[in-house]
């Protein structure tokens, strides 16, 4: 999945439903600046923004279960452990403000992890 994947999906729905961006952007509330750089993947939606596209956009065939794949890369299963759990939370809070997408960040974290995940049938340090 790549980062731009939202953008590009919520354009094409919006080009599917016969809506024009200034058109779309009336109904959501925006301006149209703040969805173009929605569709060109220059800024993320908010959560809030994210499913009123999805409402807006349901009769093209948008589901706000896929809208939030693509903006998370978390299928439904992961993001609810990710909400119930309060280290994980408040990661993924920081990585949001951080402004950048969870994929991009990926290697780094699976690289950190990996130095430091013990082994099969081998203990963690310190324990």
């Known amino acids: 999945m790549n980062p731009s994947d939202l953008g590009m999906e919520i354009r094409r729905l919006r080009k599917e439903a016969g809506l024009t961006l200034r ?3 009336e109904t959501l ?3 149209a600046a703040h969805l173009s750089d929605i569709e060109h993947n220059r800024r993320r939606p908010s959560d809030d923004l994210l499913r009123r596209i999805a409402r807006a956009l349901r009769k093209a065939g948008a589901t706000l ?3 939030e794949h693509l903006a998370t890369g978390l299928d439904p299963e992961t993001r609810e ?3 119930s759990t309060p280290g994980v939370r408040k ?3 920081a990585l949001k403000q951080s402004g950048r997408h969870p994929l991009e960040i990926l290697p ?3 690289k950190a992890v990996g130095r430091k995940r013990p082994g ?3 203990k963690a340090p310190g324990k």
């Open 108 to 110: 780094a974290i699976e």
């Open 91 to 93: 990661l993924l809070r």
């Open 23 to 25: 058109g779309l952007a």
């Open 120 to 122: 099969p049938g081998r």
């Open 29 to 31: 509330e925006v301006s």
């Open 81 to 83: 452990w990710a909400a």
């Open 65 to 67: 279960e896929a809208l």
